[in-house]
């Protein structure tokens, strides 16, 4: 299997999240893979609240922070400053790969400009949510919104670079514990939080990433100099945007592709596609309008089949039907040029299947996705049906192994949104991939 991606590569999920991004960038970072060889891959968004599956032969990683390609034995991974980081979390992944063999010490580079997430962000990501009860957003309550937060208020935001000079963070972490307990207090009763403690902590933890801490930029900018070959690899999904997504139901930092230049300090013309990744239906975790969920059998047959539970938080995925009204958005604002549809599999066994083409909201048709989250909530969708296929289709080697209905629903998605599909998944493994013509 060969795959025309030229040049640097930046890798965007459309949906809501969780469209196998992770599998994409590890297939297209293996060097002897059907996309060739990259030199660096690079993740500029989002937190912890992102997981990554990755399915290696008999080996599945789960990975929140670093990049999939790590994995790769060629490539150096790369967390840039759009990323907010949290040390516990980077620290166990990096034991745990280096417990199965993965080389890390000399393949991660991370940003000092990164964000750092501190307890007290957990905290009040946790008493937020409790004290918004069924209004709540649906976070992860990992404290990326809060530390996001605290990174644009200025005054209360700590970058990891800071950490290395240790009266400067003593004195302003001091002084933050010290507003955060007071706000806490205020707002929740509750506020009693040692900086002391938190100090000593974080400093264990700057000690033990000391060794992966460097201008990324600097960095960055220099391979692409010397002509490196750079994966991006976005997080979330470009409905999820803080800007253009379901808001207020979305994430605290921008997921589709506008985010790149932001997070890396790479301009985007330094990138030569925009590789977008959609499931072959829809998911969604958390709260927020979701016009082609399905509650009720079909929904629960894709989440059983399609294993729809998330990779960081272990909470079942709302399913629904494929929403080309909503990727087309994706699409546009992202300036895609090709995409990857993933887990065609799940959809086997089902005698008809649904794509959304429009929606009706107030009795006027809308070909348009509105990310205005009280319009969504009313839309009544227009469905175009097809005939679905019984076969199981894992096996499918070759574009050729899929049978008919399953190429005519591939090749109606690619029409309705208007560019073409290059990739189709059939199976977690690297090998459960095709190249498409379509």
């Known amino acids: 299997m060969k795959i025309d991606l030229p040049g640097n590569v930046c890798v965007i999920g459309l949906q809501w999240g969780d469209e196998g991004k992770g599998k994409i960038v590890n297939l297209l970072t ?49 967390i840039t400053n759009g990323v907010v980081l949290d040390p516990e979390v980077i620290l166990t992944e990096i034991n745990i790969l280096h417990s199965r063999s993965v080389k890390v010490a000399d393949n991660l580079k991370i940003s000092d400009k990164a964000h750092v997430v501190f307890p007290y962000h957990k905290l009040q990501d946790k008493l937020s949510e409790e004290r918004l009860g069924n209004k709540g957003i649906g976070t992860t309550c990992r404290g990326i919104g809060p530390c996001y937060s605290d ?26 514990v010290n507003d955060k307990n007071i706000m806490f207090q205020a707002l929740y009763g509750k506020g009693d939080l040692d900086w002391k403690a938190i100090y000593d902590q974080y400093c264990t933890y700057a000690d033990q990433l000391k060794p992966f801490v460097c201008d990324t930029v600097e960095l960055l900018h220099k391979s692409i100099a010397q002509g490196k070959r750079i994966l991006f690899e976005g997080a979330q999904g470009a409905l999820l945007d803080i800007d253009h997504g379901t808001y207020p139901y979305v994430t605290s930092s921008n997921s589709t592709s506008a985010g790149l230049s932001a997070g890396t300090g790479v301009p985007a013309r330094c990138v ?29 047959y894709i989440r059983e089949r399609g294993r729809e539970y998330g990779t960081t938080t272990g909470r079942p995925r709302r399913c629904g ?31 008809t299947i649904k794509i959304a083409v429009q929606y009706k ?3 006027k048709v809308l070909d348009f996705f509105p990310s205005d989250s009280n319009l969504l909530e009313r839309a009544e969708v227009v469905y175009e049906e097809l005939p679905g296929w019984p076969e199981e289709i894992t096996t499918a080697t070759r574009q050729e192994d899929l049978p008919k209905n399953a190429i005519n629903y591939l090749r109606r998605l690619q029409e309705v949104l208007g560019c073409p599909i290059k990739i189709a998944s059939v199976g977690p493994e690297r090998d459960q991939t095709l190249s498409l013509n379509l």
């Open 321 to 351: 039907w494929f929403d080309a009204v909503a990727v087309r958005y994706s699409i546009m604002i992202g300036g895609i040029d090709s995409l990857s549809l993933m887990l065609l599999d799940v959809l086997s066994g089902l005698d």
């Open 30 to 78: 293996d060097p002897g893979g059907p996309a060739g060889q990259f030199d660096l891959v690079v993740r500029y968004g989002g937190g912890a609240n992102a997981g990554h599956s990755v399915v290696v032969g008999k080996e599945k990683f789960a990975m929140h922070l670093i990049p999939s390609g790590i994995l790769s034995p060629v490539a150096t991974a790369m």
């Open 272 to 300: 030569n596609e925009f590789l977008g990744i959609i499931k072959a239906y829809t998911t969604r975790v958390g709260a927020g309008p979701f016009p082609t969920e399905q509650s009720n059998e079909v929904g629960n």
């Open 151 to 176: 990174k644009a208020s200025r005054s209360h935001g700590i970058r990891l670079g800071e950490l290395y000079d240790r009266k400067h963070f003593a004195e302003k972490l001091q002084a933050i």
């Open 361 to 363: 909201i107030d009795g």
